[in-house]
């Protein structure tokens, strides 16, 4: 994906109250920028980072600047804008990954499960099962490693529970982990933040849930995912 417009980069002073970042620009203006992203982007907001941003043509948004992609200290860029990752997968979907290839329609947000979610994409094809995909983002590098998540998700143990029971009932069940850091280079479960998602995804691989790790190429002009990542297997984890 293209950015409409290329964005521009200012210096990180701080993030705050979640959806908000203070930003200092090249020639020295102070602005606050709206951040999509409500979780922790633990190594994302470090102060004196640069910041990417685009700016909305809305006259109506109180905050007209969007903070895109961070560009660390060490060299890295992030994706933080959490709405990007099912973009992105969405154009992958019809270009990038080979696994998922082979489906004529593609349907987003369609409800499905005992729990009442919404799966992020469903493929379909005739004569083929269902293929139900959730997409996770990855932005949490430690250590050298990429860790989903970055903070207890109740939410994301749901969806494994309803990839599982998809899995169970024949249909094709995907957890793709979109990784939008380009220091990252394998994905593991972060068992040390969240154990109980850790081992729900021990036990929907060993149910049949397929996982898959896509890497994106950013730029401040544009993004697309197209490096597959290597993700630790049950046996790694048990």
């Known amino acids: 994906m293209q950015f409409t417009l290329p964005l521009k980069p200012a210096r990180l002073v701080a993030r705050y109250k979640r959806f908000l970042a203070d930003i200092v620009t090249p020639e020295g203006d102070l602005l606050t920028i709206h951040c ?11 102060p ?9 043509a809305s006259t109506t948004r109180k905050y007209p600047h969007s903070w895109e992609l961070t560009e660390t200290q060490s060299g890295h860029w992030i994706c933080v804008n959490t709405l990007r990752a099912n973009q992105l997968v969405q154009e992958a979907l019809q270009q990038h990954i080979p696994e998922l290839s082979g489906y004529t329609h593609c349907r987003s947000e369609v409800k499905y499960g005992t729990e ?9 094809a005739e004569g083929r099962s269902n293929c139900y995909i959730e997409v996770k983002s990855v932005t949490l590098l ?9 903070a207890v998700t109740v939410r994301g143990q749901k969806h494994l529970r309803e990839l599982s029971a998809i899995a169970a009932e024949g249909h094709r069940a995907v957890l793709l982990f979109a990784v939008l850091h380009t220091g990252i ?6 068992r040390h933040i969240d154990a109980h998602y850790a081992e729900l995804l021990v036990q929907a691989q060993r149910r049949g849930v397929e996982v898959f790790a896509y890497q994106a190429t950013l730029s401040p002009e544009q993004m697309q995912l197209s490096r597959p990542l290597p993700v630790a297997a049950c046996a790694e984890l048990s």
């Open 116 to 124: 009442k979610s919404r799966i992020d994409f469903l493929l379909q």
């Open 48 to 56: 004196g980072d640069t910041v990417w941003y685009s700016t909305s």
């Open 185 to 190: 280079e394998d994905v593991s479960p972060a």
């Open 142 to 150: 430690q250590n050298g490693k990429g860790y989903f998540p970055d």
């Open 36 to 46: 999509a992203n409500t979780g922790a982007m633990t190594g994302c907001a470090t």
